[in-house]
């Protein structure tokens, strides 16, 4: 029996936990039909997602189909959760994408197939809700080839569509039109075509060599209501998606795709093993760190089973690794496409509510900060407030929801704010030398800062001798210099900044006869730690900074009589169309947006498109923030654009 990693993807109510329930009833697995409206799916487990009706965070359940062991991984579809999704396809041996047969592809369709295709991961596309009205085959076929730009080959036909009566006909392309296809990317199926030797059966092997090679999808029709169609995707799901691979004799490597707790608070790790096998009781290195595995279970028949051990091909929970966060690798870490996370781009304010414990509030926050690398927390304590990144407006809802549901505590949030962060305008440089000019550290700190290439980040250069002093003093400037440039001179993030030290001095270990060390003739890292945020921020003052807003590029696709109407308004938002063209009665519009702006024009394109207008939006990049009033940010951290306060905060005196 082998194995295969299975996970289904959609837009919004495009009904793909409905298929998951319909699949999971189909092969046994359930008794009964879970129901979104009801709130009583199998895969939905958080509360949030069995009120809403959409899904959070990927659900495993495994199911056998025949000989296959299918792990299906049920993945968000809403955008503001993209990075769930992303972190879901990293384990992934194959996928089907759902489409809603009415509202057709979307959006969320088109990145989510881009995702899908860069992955290089095998899909099928499921067209559901064929038993709705307004239900259609052939304009949703034009739509996927068309709108996605990728080869679909229809696997049956439907008769009765738009009615409760209709039934999916399973019966491929005419062999004709399959070897149309398939010829695009193998030239010696093309020649036996011309030739008049294809068979059916090396047609049918092309496929299915060419559906794991994630070149052709592939696309069924049914209803998940129904069930029409389930039977015909199914069998699709075995034959045509490939297994999972992977050497269980060989190196361990595996990937952490979600961490959750446990009832007693303890940490349980999702992963999926590429290679080698985990035992119970093994060490195993994470993130550069390392953990003992307590406990092991695997997914099997709808239920996770207790076992010793885990082979590659395998996601298992795992206990024991407290330290683990999600997207860590386990023992070597796999190459090929990678995941990229672009960054969250909005920041709120938590505010605890009137009985909410501030303390309780701080650890609840930390502890699904620690889980989830994606989430930022900025703790300010001269407010006692805390800050929490994020994607979309919605994740306000489901942050709310966690702390409520999972730790009893009530909160709700200040406005949205976009997050900035700073680049220098220019070079600048500082020094403070030892026991001169009221520096009251024992240590010689230079530096200079300049501006570095975009998206290249914060690097640090020395200009002095390696062994000029000891290496920890080095370290020492060189980690408070990042920590430091995480609030520039307006409290955003410095980025894509080159930082050289230019000078460096200490004063070497004094002892007195017959006594010990004396740190106060001697330098240590305090003063290394405590000079290098002065020295920095002059030297950032002296180079300038401008503050850059995130922005986002979107698509718009609506009638092209809707144009007049949606210039003004993406004006009025500070959106640049840069593209501007029609297709038949639609007009497609590109350009950038602010990420402050994304949520307002969300709300209003429904009104100024007749509700046909479709949005597509993601970050792309950081623009110089270069009309009104230039945003500022809050510090939290000792404050060394104030030498008298830092002075006061750091070393309880303003002076040397």
């Keep these: 029996m082998h194995l295969l990693n299975l996970g289904i993807l959609a837009h919004v109510d495009a009904g793909k936990t409905s298929l998951t329930e319909r699949l999971l009833h189909s092969v046994g697995i359930t008794d009964e039909i879970g129901s979104v409206d009801a709130g009583s799916t199998h895969t939905d487990t958080l509360a949030l997602e069995r009120r809403r009706g959409i899904t959070i965070k990927a659900a495993v359940v495994s199911f ?47 990145v989510l197939m881009r995702t899908l295709r860069r992955l290089r991961i095998p899909t099928l596309v499921f067209v559901n809700k064929t038993d709705r009205r307004g239900a259609r085959r052939e304009g949703v076929l034009r739509e996927l080839s068309g709108r996605l730009r990728v080869p679909v080959l229809p696997m049956g036909t439907v008769t009765d569509l738009g009615t409760r009566r209709a039934v999916f006909q399973p019966g491929g392309p005419a062999p004709d039109a399959l070897a149309d296809v398939l010829a695009d990317h193998d030239d010696d199926l093309l020649a036996a075509y011309v030739d008049g030797s294809l068979t059916p059966e090396r047609l049918r092997a092309a496929l299915v060599a060419q559906t794991r090679r994630a070149l052709v999808h592939p696309v069924f029709f049914g209803s998940a209501a129904t069930g029409a169609g389930v039977t015909e995707l199914i069998a699709g799901i075995r034959d045509l998606l490939p297994p999972a691979d992977g050497d269980p004799e060989g190196p361990l490597s595996g990937t952490v795709f979600k961490v959750e707790r446990g009832p007693a608070g303890e940490k349980i790790a999702y992963a999926r093993l590429f290679s080698g096998t985990l035992r119970t009781r093994d060490r195993v290195p994470f993130g550069g760190r390392d953990g003992k595995v307590t406990a092991i279970s695997v997914f099997d028949h709808g239920t996770d089973v207790r076992r010793e051990t885990v082979g590659a091909g395998r996601i298992a929970r795992l206990w024991g690794l407290a330290e683990v966060r999600i997207g860590d690798s386990l023992g070597v870490p796999r190459t090929g496409p990678g995941q990229v ?316």
């Excluded at 299906?72 to 489409?99: K, S």
């Excluded at 809802?397 to 962060?421: K, M, N, S, Y």
Aim: hydrophobic letters at 35%; one cysteine or more.
């Design 64 to 110: 056998p189909v025949d000989d296959v062991t299918v792990n299906l991984i049920d993945t968000p579809g809403h955008p503001d959760f993209i990075a769930e999704v992303e972190r879901a396809l990293g384990v992934l041996d194959g996928a089907v994408l759902v489409v809603s047969a009415v509202e057709g592809v979307q959006a969320q369709t088109r």
């Design 341 to 656: 996370f672009a960054p969250p781009t909005l920041e709120t304010v938590v505010v605890p509510g009137p009985d909410t414990d501030r303390r309780s509030l701080h650890l609840a926050l930390t502890r699904l900060a620690e889980q989830d690398p994606l989430i930022g927390l900025r703790h300010d304590e001269v407010r006692h407030e805390v800050s929490v990144s994020l994607y979309g407006e919605v994740q306000k809802e489901v942050l709310q929801a966690t702390l409520a549901d999972e730790h009893g505590l009530e909160v709700t949030f200040r406005g949205t704010t976009p997050l900035c962060v700073e680049r220098p305008a220019g070079q600048g440089a500082a020094v403070e030398f030892l026991r001169r000019d009221g520096n009251p550290f024992l240590a010689t700190v230079g530096l200079r800062v300049e501006p570095a290439p975009p998206g290249t980040g914060v690097t640090f250069g020395l200009e002095v001798e390696l062994g000029s002093m000891p290496y920890a003093f080095f370290k020492a400037v060189e980690d408070t210099v990042r920590e430091t440039l995480g609030q520039g001179l307006r409290g955003w993030r410095v980025t894509d900044a080159a930082v050289t030290m230019t000078h460096c001095g200490y004063s070497p270990r004094q002892s007195h006869a017959h006594q010990g060390f004396d740190k106060s003739m001697s330098s240590t890292g305090y003063d290394f730690r405590g000079l290098t945020p002065l020295v920095l921020i002059e030297a950032l003052r002296r180079a300038g900074t401008r503050v850059h807003e995130p922005m986002h590029r979107f698509r718009i696709e609506a009638p092209a009589d809707t144009l007049g109407a949606l210039l003004p308004v993406l004006t009025a938002l500070r959106a640049v169309p840069r593209t501007t063209r029609t297709r038949d009665a639609l007009c497609v519009l590109e350009g950038a947006v602010p990420a402050a702006r994304v949520h307002l024009l969300e709300q209003r394109l429904p009104g100024l498109t007749r509700g046909e207008g479709e949005l597509e939006s993601a970050f792309d990049h950081y623009a110089p923030v270069d009309r009104g009033t230039v945003p500022e940010r809050p510090r939290t951290d000792h404050n060394p654009l104030d030498r008298k306060e830092y002075l006061l905060n750091v070393t309880g005196r303003t002076g040397g």
